[in-house]
C-alpha cells in the first residue's frame, strides 16, 4: 500500500512518469492506479482529443507505440491507458525500442493483469530506467485481515477480527470483491463504527452463526453437535457454501495446528507469529491442540486430502457433495 500512495502523491505533485508499467497477480492495484490516472492526468476539456483507451486483444504494439509518439491537442500531454495489456504477452517485449526514448508528452500505461515481464529482457530494463515499473503480488490468506483493517483504518472504521476473517473466508484474497463489499458497509455505517460480525450478516449475506469460520471452531473445539447443524446448513445453501472452499479452509487450520504442535514457544505472540494468525484466534488453536494431538492431525490431514479429490469427481462413485462432507466431518469428530 505505501508503493500505492508514493506513486499517487508522486502523480498529484507533477512527477509524472512517460510509462506506467502496471504488472502481476493482484489487479486490485493495477486497477487503483491505472484509474487514478485515467481520471486526473487530464481536465475534462483536455480527455476529448488526449485520452485514449485501448484493449490489448484489439491493438499491437506498432500501433500503441504510432499512438504514443503524437503530440497532445492543446494540452500538455496526453494519456494512452493499454487495458487487458497481458494480452500482447506474446509481442510485448518490442516495447523496449520505444522505451528507450519514450515520449516526453505521452503518458503510456500498461495494465498487464496476472503475468509479470522478464526481469532479464530490455523491455523491463528500459521501462524501469525511463518510466515505472509497479508490481502488483498477490496476498496470502493471512494477509488480507490485516489489509481490510487498514483500509477501514484509513477510512475511519474499525472491525472485529471475527467479522474481518468471516469477509476473508467468504470472499477469499480477491481484494476488488472485498473492497465493493466494505464499501457497502461504509455507505451504511456510520463514521467511527466498529464492524462486527452482526453488520457482516445484515449487509453483505454472510450467516454470522452458519459459516466456514464457525465450523472451524466447532471442529477445534470438537463440539459435534454445532459442526453437525452447520453442515446440514450447507447441505442446504450450497451455492454460497461451496465444499471446495470448506475443505481447503479446513486444510488451512489443522496445516497450522500440525505446525502448533512442533512449536517450543507457544506462547501468544510466538504462536501468532509462527501461524501467521491473529492474536485474538491462537486460543482456537490451543484448545484444538488438546482435542487433536499430532498423529490424529496428521491422519486428518490425510481425510481432507482425499475429500479435496472426491469432490472433484475422482473416486467419489457418484456421492453428493453434502454427504462427502458429512463423512469428512464424521471420521475428524470421531
Known amino acids: 500500500m505505501n508503493e500505492i500512495k508514493s506513486i499517487i502523491s508522486d ?12 504488472m502481476g497477480e493482484e489487479p486490485y492495484y493495477i486497477d487503483k492506479v491505472s484509474d487514478y490516472i485515467e481520471k486526473n492526468v487530464l481536465d475534462e476539456a483536455e480527455k476529448g482529443f488526449n485520452q485514449v483507451v485501448m484493449y490489448g486483444r484489439d491493438v499491437s504494439i506498432e500501433e500503441i507505440v504510432s499512438s504514443a509518439k503524437r503530440y497532445p491537442m492543446m494540452a500538455e500531454r496526453q494519456v494512452i491507458i493499454v487495458k487487458e495489456a497481458q494480452d500482447l504477452s506474446r509481442t510485448i517485449d518490442k516495447i523496449a525500442t520505444y522505451a528507450e526514448s519514450p515520449q516526453p508528452t505521452t503518458v503510456l500505461v500498461f495494465n498487464y493483469k496476472y503475468k509479470k515481464l522478464d526481469k532479464r529482457k530490455k523491455s523491463y530494463k528500459t521501462i524501469a530506467k525511463n518510466g515505472l515499473i509497479y508490481e502488483s503480488k498477490k496476498m496470502y490468506d493471512n494477509q488480507v485481515a490485516d489489509w481490510i483493517r487498514r483500509v477501514l483504518g484509513g477510512k475511519k472504521y474499525q472491525i472485529e477480527p471475527k467479522a474481518a476473517q468471516m469477509l476473508v473466508e467468504f470472499l477469499g484474497t480477491d481484494l476488488s470483491k472485498i473492497s465493493n463489499e466494505l464499501d457497502k458497509l461504509i455507505s451504511v455505517l456510520p463514521a ?11 449487509n453483505i449475506g454472510i450467516s454470522k452463526d452458519f459459516n466456514n469460520f464457525e465450523l472451524r471452531k466447532a471442529v477445534g473445539q470438537r463440539d459435534i453437535v454445532k459442526a453437525n447443524r452447520i453442515i446440514n446448513y450447507f447441505a442446504q445453501n450450497p451455492k454460497n457454501n461451496p465444499l471446495v472452499m470448506t475443505i481447503s479452509l ?10 502448533y504442535h512442533g512449536l517450543k514457544d507457544k506462547s501468544k505472540a510466538s504462536v501468532a507469529k509462527n501461524l501467521g494468525v491473529n492474536p485474538y484466534f491462537v486460543d482456537d488453536y490451543s484448545s484444538a491442540a488438546r482435542n487433536y494431538p499430532m498423529r490424529k492431525v496428521s491422519q486428518i490431514i490425510a481425510l481432507l486430502r482425499d475429500a479435496d479429490v472426491k469432490s472433484k469427481g475422482v473416486g467419489a462413485n457418484g456421492m453428493p457433495q453434502a454427504d ?7 471420521k475428524i469428530l470421531h
Open 250 to 259: 479446513l486444510n488451512s487450520f489443522f496445516t497450522q495446528l500440525l505446525m
Open 192 to 202: 467511527d463504527s466498529i464492524i462486527n460480525d452482526k453488520h457482516i450478516e445484515e
Open 11 to 22: 502523480i498529484k505533485g507533477g512527477n509524472i512518469k512517460p510509462i506506467y508499467f502496471l
Open 324 to 330: 462427502i462432507l458429512k463423512e469428512l466431518l464424521f
